[in-house]
C-alpha cells in the first residue's frame, strides 16, 4: 500500500518537473520536516493519527520533503532532548504533538531561531518561530453527548479522561451539554486513567464504569481498548481519534477522526516557500480539521439529530458553548445566548452544572 | 457488581504473576534479569501474530512462550557464556525488544485479534457469586495458580529446586559440590522467558485482544519490583499481584463513584501500598537476608 502510494507521488513528481523544465524553479534541497509523538505511531488513535498526516506530507510533496519522527517520546525533560536533537539534526520544521511538549518547545525554540516550531493542543508561543495549532475536538464530543443522551437507557454515560487538563476539560463538558440539550437530567461519570496510553489500564477503567452503571462509553485516551470492553459487555462508545469501528462492528455509534494532513502540508510548503508566519489556529467541523465518523448502529431518528447538530455546528449557526450554562456548584457563567471565547475555553478549569465528577487539580 | 470487580482484579493481576514468577527462577539461580518488558511485548505481538494468521489461540499462546524462551536465550548466551553486566544485558533486551515488536507488528495494528474464551464448567460456573470467579475465568488464570504452586514445590520440595538455590546462594559451592552453574542458569533463564513470553500473550489474546505498540506499557518492570516485594517466595508473589491489582482497579472503582480524593493521588496509591509494603517486610533484616539470593547478579565463569 505504502509502496504504491510512493511510487504514485514519485511519477507525479517526475510528471512535474518535466511539466516545469526550463522554468526558474531551483531544485535546492528538500524541507527537512520532523515530528514528535507522545504515543507509538500503531496506537491506532491520536499518535497514529499524526503519523497519518506524516504519510501525507510525503505523499504530496514528494521529493521535496525528507521526514522524520520520534515516537513513544515522555512528556517534560525527554521531550526537551529529543526536540533539541531535531533541531540540531537540521529539521526545518519541528511538528511536537501533545500538550505536554509546551514548555520544552519553547525553550528549544529561543535556542534555534530558524527553526520553525509548531506545538499542538498549547497555547504559548513565546519565540516568534513558535506557532501553535489544535482542532476544535469539542465540537464533535458535543454531537456525541446528543447522540448519549438519545441512546442510553440509564441516562449515565461512562468518561474516560486522561490528564484533567483544559484541552480534556473541554471535551467533557461539551460532551455533557450536548447530553443536557436532550435530557437535562443526564450524567456523566468520569474515570482519571492518568495516562494517555495504557491498553489495560483504558481496559479496567471501562469494566469500572460499566460496573458502575453506565451504558454509554466515551474516551480521552489514545488506545481501542475501551470500545473492544464495550463491545464485549454489550453497550455503545464512541472511537477516539481514529474510527475504530473494526473493534466494535456492533457499538461504535461515531467517532471524532482527527484530520491533521492538509494542515501539516500547508505549513510544511509555507516553509518551504519561505511564507512560514507564527499562527494560533484552532479549526473544527467547518475546515474539515475534525471529521465525525459515519453514524453507526442507532435508529435513524438519532441519525437525523446528529447529523443536524453537525450541521449547524459547521455552518457556525450554533457554537457548543452557548449561554445560559452555570459552573458546577450552579453559579452562572454564560448568559443566555452568550458563546464562550476561545481564551477561556483552552484555560478551561472548572466543570459545568451535571458533571458528576470532582475536578482534580 | 463485586463478583465483577473481582474478576477484573483477576485480570489485572494474572499477567503479573506469571511474568514474575519466570523472573523469580531467574533470580533464585542468581541472574537478574532486566528484560522482562522485552520478553513480554515479543510475547504479546507473537501470540497475536500467530493466533490471527493460524485462527488457532492456543498455537498463539504456545509460540508466545517459544519466542519468549527464545529471546531469554540471547540474554543467556551474552551473560552466562561472554559474561557480559546483567543489568546492561537485561536493559537492553527490553529496548531491543520494545523496538522489534513494534517492527514486527506493523501489519497488525488496528486489526482486532482473537480472544482466547474463558473456561464454562456446566453447573459450577453458574453458582451463585462464587461461580464466575472460581470455575468461570479464562484458562491462563488456572494456569498461573499452577504455576505459582508447581514453582513452590520445586524450589523447596525438591532435589532440583535445591540444586537451583545452591547455585543462586553460592555459585562457588555449587560448582564445588559438581553442579553445573551455567547450565542451571541457562534453564532458569529460560523458563523466565517462557514466562515472560506467555504473560505476553495474556495482554493480547485475553486482556485486550489486539495489538498495540507498547502494550505492556510497564508491566514487565512491575513484574520484577514484584519478585523483590516477595522477597523470592512464590506465595507472597501472588499476594503482591493482587494487592497491586486490587488496588488498580479499587482506585477506578473510586474514582467511578465520586470519592473526593484527587486522582493523581489514588492513581499512585498502588505504587505506594507496594512501598509500605516493601518497608514492613524488610524491616526484619535476618529474614530478608534469609531469601535474598546471594549471588543474585554476580558474573560466574567456572575454573578450569
Redesign the interface.
Known sequence: MRTKTTFLALTAAAALGLAAAGTAEAQDDPTKACWIYV??????GWS?QHHQGLLQVEEELGDAVETAYL??VPEGADAERAIERFARSGCDIIFTTSFGYMDPTNKVAAKFPDVKFEHATGYKREHPNVATYNSRFHEGRYIQGVIAAKMSEAGVA?YIGSF?IPEVVMGINAFVLGAQSVNPDFKV???????W?????E???A???I??GVDIMTQHTD???PM??AAERGIKAFGQA?DMI??GPETQLTAIVDDWGPYYVERVKAVREGTWEQIDIWAGLAEGHVVMAPYTNMPDDVKALAEETEEKIRSGEFDPFTGPINKQDGTPWLAEGEVADDGTLLGMNFYVEGV???L?? | ?LE??LI?IA??AT?LLIAAMGELVVERSGVLNLGVEGMMIMGAITGFAVALTTGSVWLGVFAAILVGAAFALIFGFLTLSLVTNQVATGLALTLFGLGLS?ML??GF????GLRLGRIDIPFLSDLPFVGRLLFGQDPLFYVSLLLTAAVAYFLFATRAGLMLRAVGDNHTSAHAQGINVVAVRYLAVMFGGACAGLAGAY?SLV?????????T???GWIALALVVFASWRPWRVVAGAYLFGGV??GQ??A????V?I???LL?SLPYLATIAVLVIISRNRRLTMMNTPASLGRPFVPER
Open positions: 504515543g507509538p505511531i500503531g496506537d491506532f497514529y515516537e513513544s461512562g484533567p461519570k468520569v474515570v482519571w486513567a492518568n495516562t496510553f495504557d491498553p489495560g489500564k481496559a479496567d477503567a469494566k469500572a464504569l460496573d458502575q488506545s481501542t481498548a473492544q470492553v481514529s473494526e473493534f458528576d465528577d470532582q482534580p487539580n | 457488581m465483577s470487580i477484573t485480570t489485572a499477567p513494534g507488528g506493523e495494528v488496528g486489526r482486532p495482554l486482556y485486550t485482544p489486539q495489538w498495540v505498540e507498547n502494550m506499557a510497564g508491566r488498580t482497579i477506578l472503582h474514582q467511578a463513584l465520586g473526593a484527587p486522582s493523581q492513581s
